[in-house]
């Protein structure tokens, strides 16, 4: 635990290192590929820190309290994202793992159904959906459902190679108990694909995350990250640290949910994962 | 025949899941608002080839760019880590957690580096979206040789170099295609991402939201028709060249 | 000359807790076939992959072609074959006979000539341009053995090869072996389970019992050559398979009943 711990702290170091290192070869060399270097390309990273203690305009709040906020609240949409995209994803792993019919009918589309870029969707997802959510749910529900988008896929493919994992010898052994199709699923097959769904929802974590961040670019939503983004965005020549202290806590974000997961399969499955990849 | 059996089911799904939302449209009286017929999506498919055509096109070149870059620094990267054992397996966890962070998030950064409008800053983010599936699958496949196959090669005074030549990088072929799958999915979508946060006037994804915008759904799901079309195209290459290579994986076997 | 030649060595593992082997003295002639049976924890395996510089002895010495060990496996002295074929999936049938001579160098006529003659040796020319997971398991084994003979080593080195297959096949795989020793004159380094495998293959029989890996003893065996299906059933063959058996259970008064039971 400890190695661990000290290792991502060094490769944290490394990284700042390396990027004072660059930015110091860069500006003295003055060299102009593959992108020219100075304070607005990449400020020092003790600006950025800093940025995080003061307040974006006069007399608000501090940008990170202002970060945290919006981290809250993009978190909430990527939760829900997720845990929606989880169930959903679960769900249909089970039908297609019951059915060779129904796999090779809907598989090919769930597949294309990736390559459809969601920030082309998103707005007229957020148009269609918003109306039809109860009112607190609203605005922030359909980036909900935009994240669900980007986490059912890999649960879904995972979840059906975990169910047809199940060792043959284990499958006839249940056939022998005259097991229903319902008891060999939830004794057998799900266990035997835990594993993967893991695998799975550690991708659908951050993919959910990152759904809601897009998911609130068409939206116009201010609440969350992506807003603070799209803002920051503008103000870049200006302030450039302030979207880079927004993207730090983005990531953080990210890792958060990751870590998140690493920690329910450790509860869950009772022992380390045997590597993280 | 029996490949028909294969292909049968999902023609089905498909022919009955347009003809439901085609009549559909009709027969609830959905707003075209909202969800356009299919008919009325191809036809402008068709009659808007000029501009989406080219616009998918140049898209489509960021894609390229995005993907041959990232995924050759992927491959590249897993190489040189991949030599030196220990530091592969402390890279590893990195590497994941690496993979959790949002890159949207990045895409206005490589706009302010590489040009808002350029193609550069697209190229950027699908060349980083890449990367990260090419690299982390590459180590794997490096890593996963069998034991016994490098104490043959020993058996063989085997240099290093020769058992990376001979036993590593066969190993690996099948895991460098898996992550190339996958990166040429992503690799159009992150092109059009990075237009979102500004592109050329006829870039696919600056057209798909500012169609959006002025709400003309109609002409933005053929515009994603074609994004679709063409991100299938790719990945269909990658399949392909996946056949043509790497005939011994269990999956293409008999190919 | 000796072919292989081991003095005093010891292997240990686990910074000396665990005594693979314990000072093991042993020598083979020219042209011999010798077993090296024994229960698990033996160090028979061990033994072999010292033989084949891939692992190195804690101390002792082995040389092997009066050169050390090392410098033997740096002039491809020896051919290996592991229980399981070990063939690169991504090479023909013919492509993986002809690995080693690719490392040796030959050019490509006399690698083609080669690979056909170990072809017709193994009696698998029609699967030339076959890939690996189309054939069964003995057959891989026999490419295993075309490919470790392809470069006609002086010394052939076997690791329980015959392990993963069936009885029957293995019995035939066993003529075969001996057929092709005879032709080719190799020495024989032969690490198995099966006592009555070890008898029928052999000229000698080294028995080893376990904790720490030593060698119990030697049981010469003068079957007269070529043995056929019917010398399994001489009495001759019965007398000696006692004999090993009897060795092993002398000197293994302290097998676990387990081990015990996997000496057929």
């Known amino acids: 635990m400890l190695r661990r711990v000290s290792t991502v702290a060094a490769a944290v170091l490394a990284l700042a290192g390396f990027w004072e290192l660059y930015r110091w070869i860069w500006t003295s060399a003055g060299w102009n590929w593959p992108f020219v270097v100075d304070n607005t390309s990449m400020p020092h990273l003790w600006t950025i820190f800093k940025a995080f203690g003061q307040p974006v305009q006069v007399n608000q709040p501090t940008l990170i309290s202002i970060l945290f906020h919006k981290s809250l609240f993009t978190g909430k949409e990527a939760l829900v994202g997720f845990a929606i995209g989880a169930v959903v994803g679960f769900a249909i792993g089970i039908v297609l793992a019951h059915s060779r019919l129904l796999q090779r009918g809907f598989l090919p589309y769930i597949v294309a159904s990736q390559t459809v870029p969601i920030l082309a969707i998103a707005p007229m997802v957020v148009v269609w959906v918003n109306p039809k959510l109860p009112g607190p749910f609203q605005g922030w529900g359909a980036v909900a459902v935009i994240a669900s988008y980007l986490t059912f896929f890999p649960v879904t493919i995972n979840t059906l190679r975990g169910l047809r994992s199940a060792d043959p010898r284990a499958l006839e052994l249940m056939r022998t108990y005259a097991a229903s199709r319902w008891s060999v699923l939830w004794k057998l097959r799900v266990p035997a694909s835990l594993p993967y769904v893991f695998a799975a929802l550690k991708l659908a974590a951050t993919a959910s995350v990152v759904g809601a961040i897009i998911g609130e670019l068409p939206s116009g939503l201010q609440d969350g990250l992506g807003g603070a983004i799209i803002n920051f965005n503008q103000y870049y020549s200006f302030e450039p640290q302030e979207l880079w202290a927004t993207n730090i806590v983005a990531a953080a974000l990210g890792i958060l949910f990751f870590v998140g997961i690493i920690v329910a399969e450790r509860l869950v499955v009772r022992r380390a994962p045997e590597n993280l990849a | 025949m029996r490949r028909a059996r294969e292909w049968a089911p999902a023609l089905v799904v498909f022919v009955f899941v347009i003809a439901v939302w085609e009549g559909s449209i009709s027969a609830f009286h959905i707003q075209q608002f909202l969800l356009p017929r299919p008919s009325e999506i191809v036809k402008t498919f068709w009659t808007a080839r000029h501009t989406l055509w080219p616009a998918g096109w140049y898209t489509f070149k960021e894609a390229l760019g995005g993907f041959f870059i990232g995924s050759a620094l992927g491959m590249v990267t897993a190489t040189v880590v991949g030599r030196f054992k220990n530091f592969g397996t402390a890279i590893m966890p990195i590497a994941i957690a690496a993979n959790a962070v949002p890159i949207i998030a990045f895409a206005p950064i490589f706009g302010a580096w590489f040009g808002e409008v350029s193609p550069h800053s697209k190229i950027a983010v699908a060349a980083v979206l890449c990367f990260l599936p090419v690299m982390v699958n590459t180590l794997r496949g490096l890593s996963s040789a069998n034991p016994r196959q490098i104490e043959l090669m020993r058996s063989y005074a085997a240099s290093e170099l020769e058992i990376w030549r001979r036993v590593r990088v066969p190993t690996a072929l099948p895991f460098v295609f898996t992550a190339l799958k996958v990166a040429s999915v992503l690799a159009m979508i992150g092109a059009i991402v990075g237009e979102y946060f500004g592109g050329a006037f006829n870039a696919l994804g600056v057209l798909i939201n500012s169609d959006a915008q002025i709400f003309d759904f109609v002409t933005a799901w053929a515009g994603i028709l074609v994004a679709s079309l063409l991100g299938l195209a790719l990945y269909g290459a990658v399949a392909g060249t996946e056949r043509l290579v790497v005939r011994w994986a269990p999956d293409t076997r008999g190919a | ?264």
């Open chain 3, 1 to 264: 000359m000796s072919v292989v030649e081991i003095k005093g060595v010891t292997k240990t593992f686990a910074q000396g807790n665990v005594t693979a082997l314990e000072n093991i003295d042993l020598e083979l002639e020219p042209g011999e076939f010798v077993s090296l049976i024994g229960p698990s924890g033996c160090g028979k395996s061990t033994l072999l992959r010292i033989i084949g510089d891939l692992t190195p002895p804690t101390s002792g010495t082995v040389t092997v072609n009066g050169k050390p060990a090392k410098q033997a496996r740096g002039d491809g002295d020896y051919g290996i074959v592991f229980q399981d074929a070990v063939l690169f999936d991504w090479r023909t049938v013919a492509k993986n006979i002809a690995l080693p001579l690719e490392m040796l160098g030959w050019d490509r006529d006399k690698r083609k000539a080669r690979v056909e003659t170990m072809l017709d040796l193994v009696e698998l020319r029609s699967f030339a341009e076959h890939h690996p997971w189309q054939l069964s398991g003995g057959m891989q084994q026999r490419v295993s053995i075309a490919r470790a003979l392809a470069f006609e080593p002086a010394l052939l080195l076997m690791d329980e090869p015959f392990g993963a297959l069936d009885e029957m096949t293995r019995e035939r795989l066993n003529l075969e072996l001996l057929s092709i020793w005879e032709k080719l004159g190799s020495t024989v380094v032969f690490v198995t389970h099966s006592i009555s495998e070890a008898v029928f293959l052999s000229t000698r029989v080294v028995v080893m019992s376990p904790r720490p890996g030593r060698i119990a003893g030697h049981v010469a065996v003068d079957l007269p050559f070529p043995r056929t299906v019917e010398t399994r059933e001489e009495p001759r063959f019965f007398e000696l398979v006692t004999q090993v058996r009897e060795l092993l259970r002398k000197r293994g008064e302290h097998l676990l009943p387990e081990e015990a039971a996997e000496l057929l």
